[in-house]
């Protein structure tokens, strides 16, 4: 498949509609970090009255709709016994139609996520794994040009080095979501693409495991990711992200490099920002070369130079008590593998520990309270009424809202970087 690269575990945004990286079962992953504010989802509401009050499907309704997607795969060129195999006995998982109607309402603010996501436990496990596949690895970014620990840190951060990477049936969890779900289209042509999958020989039916929303294997792609980027990194005539390693390291950095990967580049260094420094820059849209940047006064964290990047964002995730990063074209590739901030520098500050450079040095406002989507909502409505416009209130914390909470910080003498707070959203609604 050559197509628009899509993210492994991008099936969930579009799925969950909450976020833009995996959002799997709480045994599968632990990772799933919002993607308006690199927030990760905490506690999921109880479904909606009106979700509630659908009629329950039926097992003859189930099994009516896949007579009918067996004649289309038939159709397009799927052979019987790979049918057979594929399809015979496959169940509707109504836990799947649960997870996928679940909305987040309480978020962890980013530096619990990341407390999570880089564990002393993970760095650990990831150093273990980087030695013991340290030639694999190696090879990999010669060929690839991704380095090692990147693509250890992914692996870890995806499926704690596949210790869980879910144990939903694929074709079970994308034939329940074809049928029932809020992307029924998207998710039937996933299914199909599993079927492609098992019909190339890659992998058998019983073996295609993953997470609820249908991504798969320790570094979690979709069916059609797995179609277009994954890698048969042993030789043995299959793509097995499941049960080998190198395939596994392989298909992470092809993935990677096909997303823009630049050899030779860090993702990004940690940066101190001048005290007159506009926060209406950090935003990911707003890129600049790093000399620019460093004739406003930004300087790296560690020896006051920047690496050489021709367009490069500042991000402060947590405003201007938070910590602050130059991220350049490497970041914005890890970006396309999991769409959330959070997701990306998880994955840069691993596989920073892994190859045994430092950590974030900056502290986080570990003091100020995140805000559930309703209050964020509350805010949008309160900076609307006060003429800052943010458009619809969504209860997302995006660009639009961002600028107007800055508007809002300017005009009452606070620094207006854009972090949203209990204490503003009080204040606004004085």
């Given at each position: 498949?050559?197509?628009?690269?899509?993210?492994?575990?991008?099936?969930?945004?579009?799925?969950?509609?909450?976020?833009?990286?995996?959002?799997?079962?709480?045994?599968?992953?632990?990772?799933?970090?919002?993607?308006?504010?690199?927030?990760?989802?905490?506690?999921?509401?109880?479904?909606?009255?009106?979700?509630?009050?659908?009629?329950?499907?039926?097992?003859?309704?189930?099994?009516?709709?896949?007579?009918?997607?067996?004649?289309?795969?038939?159709?397009?060129?799927?052979?019987?016994?790979?049918?057979?195999?594929?399809?015979?006995?496959?169940?509707?998982?109504?836990?799947?139609?649960?997870?996928?109607?679940?909305?987040?309402?309480?978020?962890?603010?980013?530096?619990?996520?990341?407390?999570?996501?880089?564990?002393?436990?993970?760095?650990?496990?990831?150093?273990?794994?980087?030695?013991?596949?340290?030639?694999?690895?190696?090879?990999?970014?010669?060929?690839?040009?991704?380095?090692?620990?990147?693509?250890?840190?992914?692996?870890?951060?995806?499926?704690?080095?596949?210790?869980?990477?879910?144990?939903?049936?694929?074709?079970?969890?994308?034939?329940?979501?074809?049928?029932?779900?809020?992307r029924s289209a998207f998710a039937r042509g996933e299914l199909m693409a599993a079927l492609r999958i098992i019909e190339a020989g890659d992998i058998p039916p019983e073996r295609?495991?993953?997470?609820?929303?249908?991504?798969?294997?320790?570094?979690?792609?979709?069916?059609?990711?797995f179609e277009a980027y994954a890698v048969d990194g042993d030789g043995d005539g299959r793509r097995d992200i499941w049960g080998s390693i190198p395939d596994v390291m392989a298909?992470?950095?092809?993935?990677?490099?096909?997303?823009?990967?630049?050899?030779?580049?860090?993702?990004?260094?940690?940066?101190?920002?001048?005290?007159?420094?506009?926060?209406?820059?950090?935003?990911?849209?707003?890129?600049?070369?790093?000399?620019?940047?460093?004739?406003?006064?930004?300087?790296?964290?560690?020896?006051?130079?920047?690496?050489?990047?021709?367009?490069?964002?500042?991000?402060?995730?947590?405003?201007?008590?938070?910590?602050?990063?130059?991220?350049?074209?490497?970041?914005?590739?890890?970006?396309?593998?999991?769409?959330?901030?959070?997701?990306?520098l998880a994955v840069g500050t691993l596989a920073n520990e892994i190859a045994g450079r430092n950590g974030i040095r900056s502290s986080w406002p570990r003091d100020e309270q995140?805000?559930?989507?309703?209050?964020?909502?509350?805010?949008?409505?309160?900076?609307?009424?006060?003429?800052?416009?943010?458009?619809?209130?969504?209860?997302?914390?995006?660009?639009?809202?961002?600028?107007?909470?800055?508007?809002?910080?300017?005009?009452?003498?606070?620094?207006?970087?854009?972090?949203?707070?209990?204490?503003?959203?009080?204040?606004?609604?004085?």
């Open positions: 498949m050559m197509r628009q690269i899509f993210p492994a575990t991008l099936l969930v945004a579009l799925l969950a509609g909450c976020q833009s990286g995996p959002v799997q079962e709480a045994s599968a992953a632990d990772h799933s970090p919002d993607a308006a504010g690199g927030q990760e989802a905490e506690t999921a509401r109880e479904p909606a009255a009106s979700e509630r009050s659908e009629p329950e499907a039926t097992p003859a309704d189930f099994n009516a709709w896949l007579a009918s997607f067996r004649r289309e795969a038939r159709s397009e060129g799927i052979s019987e016994t790979t049918l057979a195999r594929a399809l015979d006995g496959v169940r509707y998982r109504p836990r799947v139609i649960e997870l996928d109607r679940s909305q987040p309402e309480f978020v962890r603010p980013i530096w619990q996520y990341l407390d999570s996501a880089v564990s002393s436990t993970r760095i650990q496990q990831g150093r273990a794994k980087h030695v013991e596949h340290r030639d694999t690895a190696r090879r990999m970014e010669e060929r690839y040009g991704v380095p090692a620990e990147i693509i250890v840190a992914i692996w870890g951060i995806e499926s704690n080095y596949g210790g869980n990477f879910g144990d939903f049936s694929t074709l079970e969890a994308l034939a329940t979501l074809a049928f029932e779900g809020r295609m495991v993953g997470s609820w929303a249908g991504a798969m294997g320790h570094t979690q792609f979709i069916p059609s990711s298909s992470t950095a092809n993935y990677l490099a096909r997303a823009g990967w630049q050899a030779g580049q860090p993702w990004g260094v940690e940066v101190r920002l001048p005290d007159d420094f506009d926060y209406s820059q950090t935003e990911l849209s707003t890129r600049r070369a790093s000399g620019e940047w460093a004739a406003q006064g930004v300087h790296s964290a560690a020896d006051g130079s920047l690496p050489e990047f021709a367009e490069a964002s500042v991000i402060a995730p947590a405003g201007a008590d938070g910590p602050a990063f130059l991220v350049g074209p490497n970041f914005r590739a890890i970006l396309r593998y999991n769409n959330a901030t959070s997701y990306a995140p805000l559930t989507r309703n209050q964020v909502r509350e805010m949008q409505q309160a900076l609307n009424a006060r003429g800052f416009d943010v458009g619809t209130p969504d209860g997302v914390l995006g660009p639009n809202t961002r600028s107007g909470l800055r508007s809002y910080q300017r005009s009452i003498g606070v620094t207006p970087d854009g972090f949203a707070t209990v204490s503003l959203l009080q204040r606004l609604q004085r």
